[in-house]
């Protein structure tokens, strides 16, 4: 658990409810999609705080990140670095003082998506947004996506998503075009089933591979021994909808109406209102982009 931690999401809630209590979770597995939402942007936020942490130290990635803390704790050592912190009136010239840093091993974070499809009916937008940065820029962070669907359509894996997911598995599929959704080729209408499948590593180059069967008693047998090893720690925040507050104008400019929730309007008009005064920004693309319209 201190190496590797999970956040599963689940909207069917049958397939992963049974590794719920493994010390693993960063917290129990989310059904519901609008949480899935919530943890999807946490898992976000998360990323770009690991990479402020790694900037400060210096380092490319999580492992340097980790090997660097480490051998400070060996040295008995605190990690530190120097900061401009103004300039010198009398002089002009730069002043800089060391700041201490109070560092932790980062854990490796795995999020896993069970039904895409599921998800991207309910906040299409939203999730689209959140794996497409997680896939683009997490890696290096620590943080690694598995995502599973069951209905390989191009409003599902939409080009963005595609993109962003190099390895790929394809089971058997029902038609040429389905095969050519996941992998950008046919052949996987063509697999005999029964863990018969077609393997695109990043390079392009597709293996085909058996993949074994798990029986539910195996699974339990794992999950029961994961279980001994400790209880999970959950961090309540993953799962928080803080929309509440992030709708709220918070005193920015504007009067009247005690600062309504505009979001929840189904007007594009108060919506529009609603993000530029959540935001900041009152581009006509950036509005575009974040309702999802186009200019008619």
Avoid at 111 to 137: F, T
């Amino acid at each position: 658990p201190q190496d590797c931690r999970l956040i599963m999401i689940d909207p069917k809630m049958l397939e992963l409810s049974v590794y719920d209590g493994i010390p693993h979770l960063l917290t129990p597995v989310v059904t519901d999609p609008k949480k899935a939402v919530v943890a999807l942007k946490w898992t976000v936020r998360e990323m770009e705080d690991r990479y402020r942490k790694m900037s400060k130290v210096g380092v490319r990635n999580i492992d340097g990140f980790n090997a660097r803390v480490q051998q400070a704790e060996k040295k008995g050592e605190k990690i530190s670095r120097t900061v401009q912190t103004g300039f010198d009136r009398q002089t002009g010239e730069a002043v800089y003082e060391t700041e201490n840093l109070d560092l932790e091993p980062m854990p490796y974070i795995v999020v896993i998506i069970d039904e895409m499809a599921d998800l991207m009916m309910v906040a299409g937008k939203d999730i689209e947004g959140a794996v497409q940065r997680l896939a683009q820029m997490a890696r290096a962070a620590g943080i690694h996506v598995i995502m599973a669907t069951q209905r390989p359509s191009v409003d599902v894996i939409t080009g963005t998503i595609k993109a962003n997911f190099p390895t790929r598995i394809s089971f058997q599929v029902t038609s040429k075009i389905d095969s050519g959704t996941i992998l950008g080729e046919q052949g996987a209408e063509q697999l005999l089933g029964m863990g018969d499948m077609l393997y695109m590593a990043g390079g392009g180059r597709i293996q085909r591979v058996h993949g074994p069967f798990v029986s539910d008693d195996e699974v339990e047998k794992i999950v029961a021994h994961l279980k001994l090893q400790g209880v999970p720690e959950y961090l309540d925040a993953i799962t928080e909808d803080d929309d509440e507050d992030d709708d709220e104008p918070s005193g920015k400019g504007g009067s009247g109406g005690g600062g309504g929730n505009f979001e929840d309007s189904d007007d594009p008009y108060d919506q529009a209102v609603a993000v530029v005064l959540r935001d900041g920004k009152a581009s006509t693309s950036y509005i575009q982009h974040r309702l999802g319209i186009g200019y008619n």
